[in-house]
C-alpha cells in the first residue's frame, strides 16, 4: 500500500515562490499505473484540483487552467518524490495543499493522500 | 468547468438514522463520480469511486448510486464516527478536475 508524506513551509511571504514536496513509500513515481496530483482547499475555494503528473512511456503533466500560469509539478526519480511549484503567491494561495494518488483515468479515485500541509501567506 | 452541486448543505439526524446526500453535477459525467468523507484536520477519505463501488475497507452501511448527471450517497445506518463532511467529485472531465461544495452531516 502506498504513502505519501508530504513537506515544506507552512508560511510563505507574498510574491515568493511555495515549493511542497510529497515523498511516495511503496510505489515507484514511475509506475504506469499511477498518477501524482496536486490538490488544495480553502474556505473560499473549497477543494480544487490543481494538476497531475504520471508516466506512461514518457512523462506527462497537466495543469488546471486558473493556475496553470503559475504552478510546476515535477516528478524526481532519484527521491522517489513529487513537487509542487507555486510563484508569485498571495493571500488567495493560502490552504491546505494535499497530494494525492490515482491511476491515471477517468476511473477510479484520489485512493491514497498525503496528510496535507497547510500553508499561510503573509508578510 | 463542470460544476457540482450537493444538498443539502447540511443534514441534521441521530444515530441509527439513514443519510441521503445528493450530488448533481451540471453536465453528464457518465459514471465517473467519487465520494469522499473529511473530519476535521484529516485529508479526505475515499468511500465510493465509479459512481457506485466501495472503495476497500468502507462499510456496506455506505452506497452510491447515480449516472448522468444525478447522484446519491446512502449512509444506511449512522454510526458517530459517520458525522462529517462529505464531498463529491467527478472525473468526467479529464483536464478540469472538480469537487462540489460539501454536505456536513450533523449530530441532531
Known amino acids: 500500500q502506498a504513502q505519501l508524506q508530504q513537506s515544506g513551509p507552512g508560511l510563505v511571504t507574498p510574491s515568493q515562490t511555495l515549493t511542497l514536496t510529497c515523498a511516495i513509500s511503496?510505489?515507484?513515481?514511475?509506475?504506469?499505473?499511477?498518477?501524482w496530483n496536486w490538490i488544495r482547499q480553502s474556505p473560499s475555494r473549497g477543494l480544487e484540483w490543481l494538476g497531475r503528473t504520471y508516466y506512461r512511456s514518457k512523462w506527462y503533466t497537466d495543469y488546471a487552467v486558473s493556475v496553470q500560469s503559475r504552478i510546476t509539478i515535477n516528478p524526481d526519480t532519484s527521491k522517489n518524490q513529487v513537487s509542487l511549484q507555486v510563484n508569485s503567491v498571495t493571500p488567495e494561495d493560502s490552504a491546505a495543499y494535499y497530494c494525492a494518488r490515482d491511476r491515471g483515468s477517468r476511473e477510479g479515485a484520489f485512493d491514497i493522500w498525503g496528510q496535507g500541509t497547510v500553508v499561510t501567506v503573509s508578510s | 468547468e463542470i460544476v457540482l452541486t450537493q444538498s443539502p448543505a447540511t443534514l441534521s439526524l441521530s444515530p441509527g438514522e439513514r443519510a441521503i446526500l445528493s450530488c448533481r453535477a451540471s453536465q453528464s459525467v457518465s459514471s465517473n463520480l467519487a465520494w469522499y468523507q473529511q473530519k476535521p484536520g484529516q485529508a479526505p477519505r475515499l468511500l465510493i469511486y465509479d459512481a457506485s463501488n466501495r472503495a476497500t475497507g468502507i462499510p456496506a452501511r455506505f452506497s452510491g448510486s447515480g449516472s448522468g448527471t444525478d447522484f446519491t450517497l446512502t449512509i444506511s445506518t449512522l454510526e458517530p464516527e459517520d458525522f462529517a463532511v462529505y464531498y463529491c467529485h467527478q472525473r468526467s472531465d479529464w483536464f478540469l478536475f472538480t469537487f462540489g461544495p460539501g454536505t456536513k452531516v450533523d449530530i441532531k
Open positions: 511503496g510505489e515507484s513515481v514511475s509506475s504506469t499505473s499511477g498518477a
